[in-house]
Nanobody, 127 residues
Framework: VQLVESGGGMVQPGGSLRLSCAAS????????MTWVRQAPGKGPEWVSS????????GYADSVKGRFTISRDNVKNTMYLQMNSLKPEDTAVYYC?????????????????????WGQGTQVTVSS
């Protein structure tokens, strides 16, 4: 089983990035998927989740209106389109798979609470 994130990098404030999470080794299209991020010196933060069919999504207030989560169940890949990036979006972004869907500040953010967890991709927003 693997979850491999990509697409991170350094971008100026106001810029955009698109993260990808490529899944293998499990039935991707049956799992809700989640993005969690961890900023330097801070605890992990739930960012966004999407149901297996992609029809229902949820976002943290801090990213609502700027980030869009999506998935392609044919390609076994989840995405996070990040627009209007701010310095406070700087973090390592992780993708995770779980057998349940959760959206909101009370969602789990620890790797052991998920069935599968990626290695993370660094996003740095700085001028």
């Amino acid at each position: 089983v693997q979850l491999v994130e990509s697409g991170g990098g350094m971008v100026q404030p106001g810029g955009s990035l698109r993260l990808s999470c490529a899944a293998s080794g499990f039935t991707f299209d049956t799992y809700p998927m989640t993005w969690v991020r961890q900023a330097p010196g801070k605890g992990p933060e739930w960012v966004s989740s999407i149901k297996p069919g992609g029809e229902i999504t949820g976002y943290a207030d801090s990213v609502k209106g700027r980030f869009t989560i999506s998935r392609d169940n044919v390609k076994n890949t989840m995405y996070l389109q990040m627009n209007s990036l701010k310095p406070e979006d700087t973090a390592v972004y992780y993708c995770a798979a779980s057998s349940y869907y959760c959206a909101g500040s009370g969602c789990y953010v620890a790797s052991h609470e998920y069935d599968y967890w990626g290695q993370g991709t660094q996003v740095t927003v700085s001028s």
